[in-house]
């Protein structure tokens, strides 16, 4: 990500137990993922470096599930349910946000792009200077 025109972006749950803030560009490119998480949530990932990211609520309102590798943290409220971020498995260094838990007014542009997370070990890399400050 470019640290060309960061600006505060705001995000959450369903509920607002969890909510969020981060630095990012106003004009961003999300992933579409279709992994077998991606595809049965709608998760539309933009990924930003853990030090443009800020829990504003208790992390108490969280739960975390993993699987395979155990290196990505799925994050959900415990309330709603909702997984608004998580530690992603290609960025363990930052977050992954889901676009659709995102205030989108404070965007100029949203851009999308198609990631083959089914064929992840062959892909996965291409995503690590996404979270790179």
Same mark, same amino acid.
């Given at each position: 990500?470019? @640290? @060309?025109?960061?600006?505060?972006?705001?995000?959450?749950?369903?509920?607002?137990?969890?909510? &969020?803030? &981060?630095?990012?560009?106003?004009? +961003?490119?999300? *992933?579409?993922?279709?992994?077998?998480?991606?595809?049965?949530?709608?998760?539309?990932?933009?990924? +930003?470096?853990?030090? @443009? &990211?800020?829990?504003?609520?208790?992390? #108490? #309102?969280?739960?975390?599930?993993? &699987? =395979?590798?155990? +290196?990505?943290?799925?994050?959900?409220?415990?309330?709603?349910?909702?997984?608004?971020?998580?530690?992603?498995?290609?960025?363990?260094?930052? !977050?992954?946000?889901?676009?659709?838990?995102? %205030?989108?007014?404070?965007?100029?542009?949203?851009?999308?792009?198609? !990631? %083959?997370? @089914? =064929?992840?070990? *062959?892909?996965?890399? #291409?995503? #690590?200077?996404?979270?790179?400050?």
């Amino acid at each position: 990500m470019s @640290q @060309q025109e960061l600006r505060e972006h705001r995000g959450g749950c369903h509920c607002g137990a969890v909510r &969020f803030r &981060f630095r990012a560009p106003t004009k +961003v490119l999300v *992933q579409r993922c279709n992994c077998s998480m991606c595809s049965m949530t709608g998760f539309e990932h933009l990924i +930003v470096p853990g030090s @443009q &990211f800020s829990l504003l609520t208790d992390p #108490a #309102a969280l739960a975390t599930y993993t &699987f =395979n590798t155990g +290196v990505a943290k799925h994050l959900f409220c415990r309330t709603c349910g909702i997984k608004s971020y998580y530690v992603p498995r290609s960025n363990p260094d930052g !977050f992954s946000i889901s676009l659709r838990c995102v %205030d989108r007014s404070s965007f100029e542009e949203i851009e999308y792009e198609d !990631f %083959d997370g @089914q =064929n992840w070990e *062959q892909h996965g890399a #291409a995503l #690590a200077h996404l979270s790179k400050a």
